[in-house]
């Protein structure tokens, strides 16, 4: 038994798209009965509700005046007003707008503060680019999970593919390289690797096996 038996931990998993942290956050805090936090669906869901607007515009007006809700008791659910808005932000077009989006220091601070008011307590896994580095850098457990750029251009084809979407693969790879550049290149709370994050290359491992990956990680830290 570990030195501290009731202790609920914090633990983030950061990384590029493509590489599992949805899928595998939802698995491991299913596994630990922790609250599963996708920062992702929350940056998805300000860009849906900021829609067409000029994404040089300013967006703190915008934000004091958002009426947004998100549950993540279950399967993670965002509301615009009343209305259940989670089927509409996963489209490439939203992604691409929550990466600009993400860039403004003001969205930051908006969501990175409900995010901590979330997890403040512990007994949740977030996931997302700065989860790690930004949001929780005191986390009790960082992951970093990567891929080939191949292998993860498929999985999120396969995922839009899944979901009735008509786009090519291609396409996918492409907007996904964008992405990527964008958001490490960024200057506010750019993709990176966290400080002392465990790094973990799923190119070829099946999810089973990356879940048995970060559940030891996580068995070693309840036993300190």
Do not use: C, W
């Not at 703190?60 to 993540?72: G, K, Q, S, T, Y």
């Not at 615009?80 to 220091?105: C, H, V, W």
């Not at 979901?163 to 506010?188: A, P």
Request: charged share 30%.
């Amino acid at each position: 038994m570990g030195k501290n038996p009731g202790k609920k931990l914090i633990i983030t998993i950061d990384g590029p798209s493509g590489a599992g942290k949805s899928t595998l956050a939802r698995m491991l805090s299913k596994t630990l009965g922790y609250v599963y936090l996708d920062t992702g669906a929350m940056y998805r869901g300000i860009a849906y509700a900021f829609g067409d607007r000029d994404a040089e515009a300013p967006v703190e007006e915008f934000l004091d005046n958002l009426d947004i809700r998100f549950d993540f008791t279950g399967d993670t659910k965002v509301f615009l007003a009343d209305s259940d808005i989670s089927g509409e932000i996963r489209t490439p077009d939203i992604s691409s707008r929550a990466s600009i989006l993400s860039q403004k220091s003001s969205v930051r601070q908006y969501l990175t503060k409900i995010q901590r008011g979330i997890g403040r307590d512990g007994g949740v896994v977030l996931e997302g680019r700065d989860t790690g580095s930004v949001v929780f850098p005191y986390a009790d457990i960082k992951f970093y999970l990567d891929a080939d750029p191949g292998e993860r251009a498929q999985r999120r084809h396969l995922e839009f593919k899944s979901k009735g979407m008509d786009t090519g693969l291609t396409e996918v790879k492409n907007d996904m390289l964008k992405r990527d550049k964008n958001d490490s290149e960024r200057s506010i709370a750019p993709l990176i690797i966290p400080e002392g994050a465990v790094f973990v290359d799923t190119t070829g491992v099946d999810i089973q096996g990356v879940l048995a990956i970060l559940l030891r990680h996580v068995r070693e830290k309840e036993r300190q």
